[in-house]
């Protein structure tokens, strides 16, 4: 059967497929780091939607940029006219992005930017005369989006398995779990026996098969804002260049002044080859995702030929104007150092969960990315039983007390239950009081059925 939701205004089932969530409310409005239902309830947006709405929500600069833009032209097409909105968007984007990346193209979003890197990369490895290589290495678990290329590289076989035989096989390696690590094990040690792992499979699969690695330098959907030991990016980056291997950060959720720095990477000085970047770029307003990447390959590649991609909205002038709006707003009111300084609010606060609630494993993240999972058993990373749908179970105690947390399970439940709790980088250390006083409700309701969980297990 159709899983369907009313439709505005009537009591007819929608003709929108697929609603996974039918009893939700109907949205009516929004306002900073709130939203609204048709019957008045207040809900705290902790999470950004999906880590997007760094601005929060109702901006009346986005607003009258749109309008504007609307007001010249709202589309014309990439190939057709250079448009000033993607120009300028592009120009300020390197200016705040490490030296080297100084080249952007535009998409619709982070599966689309996931996408444009991986076609960059295996056509400057033919122009470079590398046609071997091919393979991207990613971690497992991991998240890359839903299109069939950024799929392959997703770490979750367990979630779309059924997609399997339309896909390459990419390979992979375990992502940084360091918190959990064998007894007697230093966690710079553990940070490198990870990072060594990109090594050994690269001469597993064949270094002249091997094109890039792709990782989230800040965990997202997949493993909550999971972050290594400062020592496991700069051997990452080692390897890689050792072998010949572009490294490719997704930054789709860590990007764009979330994590507390305009991308993510800087907080260890490692550059990588390629970034996608999405979601925050445009905070939600609009569909806008990015590939950034170096003048060197974009040149060689040019110089070959021509980078072979597109996508009808690429560098859409009105997008790229709503773009520019948002970055303005980081700027003009220090988002990305408020990202920085709140998150250090937000994780102390976090962090004083731990001693009340012993099935969570741990909290981690920068900036305003910050998650946690919930677990069996702290020192061995045990995951509660996924019959108990935990991470279903918490959401939900949360949204009924009015409080939206990101919440999804990986590798079946293999991997725990996560949760992230990110909100606009516009937030408030009194909002931050109020989202924890909500989680913490929300929590101590969950408790008994986690540890009776833990008892029975």
């Given amino acids: 059967m159709t899983t369907t939701a009313p439709s505005p205004g009537d009591n007819q089932p929608s003709a ?60 014309a097409f990439r190939s057709h006219f250079l448009n000033e909105p993607a120009e300028r968007l592009a120009r300020e984007i390197t200016a705040q992005a490490p030296d080297g990346l100084d080249q952007v193209f535009f998409g619709s979003g982070g599966s689309e930017a996931v996408e444009a890197c991986i076609k960059l990369a295996r056509q400057y490895a033919i122009a470079t005369g590398q046609a071997t290589r091919y393979k991207v290495i990613s971690r497992l678990p991991s998240y890359h989006g839903t299109t069939l290329g950024a799929l392959s590289l997703t770490g979750d076989p367990a979630g779309f398995s059924m997609f399997a035989p339309m896909m390459v096989n990419h390979p992979k390696i375990p992502a940084p779990f360091c918190r959990y690590r064998p007894a007697g094990q230093a966690e710079d040690e553990a940070a490198l026996a990870y990072a060594n792992a990109l090594e050994t499979e690269i001469i597993n699969q064949g270094v002249e098969t091997v094109l890039a690695f792709i990782m989230e330098p800040i965990g997202g959907a997949a493993t909550a804002a999971l972050t290594a030991p400062d020592i496991y990016y700069s051997r990452v980056r080692e390897v890689c260049d050792q072998y010949g291997v572009l490294l490719i950060f997704d930054e789709v959720m860590s990007g764009a002044g979330r994590s507390g720095k305009y991308l993510s990477a800087e907080h260890w000085d490692v550059t990588p080859d390629l970034v996608a970047l999405a979601k925050g770029l445009a905070s939600g307003y609009v569909p806008l995702g990015a590939c950034l990447t170096s003048s060197h390959i974009v040149g060689t590649v040019d110089d070959a030929g021509g980078f072979m991609h597109g996508h009808t909205y690429s560098a859409s002038p009105i997008a790229c104007a709503v773009g520019r709006a948002v970055l303005a707003e980081h700027l003009e009111h220090d988002l990305i150092g408020n990202a920085a300084r709140m998150g250090t609010v937000l994780k102390g606060r976090l962090e004083g969960l731990l001693d009340e609630f012993e099935f969570i494993g741990e909290i981690r993240g920068r900036g305003l990315l910050l998650g946690f999972d919930i677990i069996a058993d702290r020192e061995t990373g045990r995951a509660l039983p996924p019959e108990l749908d935990a991470y279903a179970h918490l959401s939900q105690e949360a949204y009924d007390r009015g409080l939206i947390i990101y919440s999804r399970r990986t590798l079946g439940g293999a991997r725990g239950d ?15 009081d109020e989202i924890m006083e909500l989680l913490v409700d929300a929590l101590r309701a969950f408790a008994p059925t986690a540890r009776a969980a833990i008892n029975a297990s």
Wanted: charged share 25%; hydrophobic share 35%; glycine share 8%.
């Fill in 16 to 75: 929108m497929f697929f609603w996974p969530t039918p009893d939700r409310p109907m949205v009516d409005r929004g306002e900073g780091i709130y939203l609204w239902d048709r019957d008045g309830k207040r809900y705290i947006d902790a999470c950004s939607g999906p880590q997007t709405a760094n601005i929060g929500h109702g901006n009346k600069r986005v607003r009258e940029a749109m309008m504007e833009q609307a007001e010249k032209v709202s589309y």
């Fill in 418 to 432: 996560n949760f992230l709790v990110s909100p606009p980088l516009i937030v408030t250390e009194d909002q931050i």
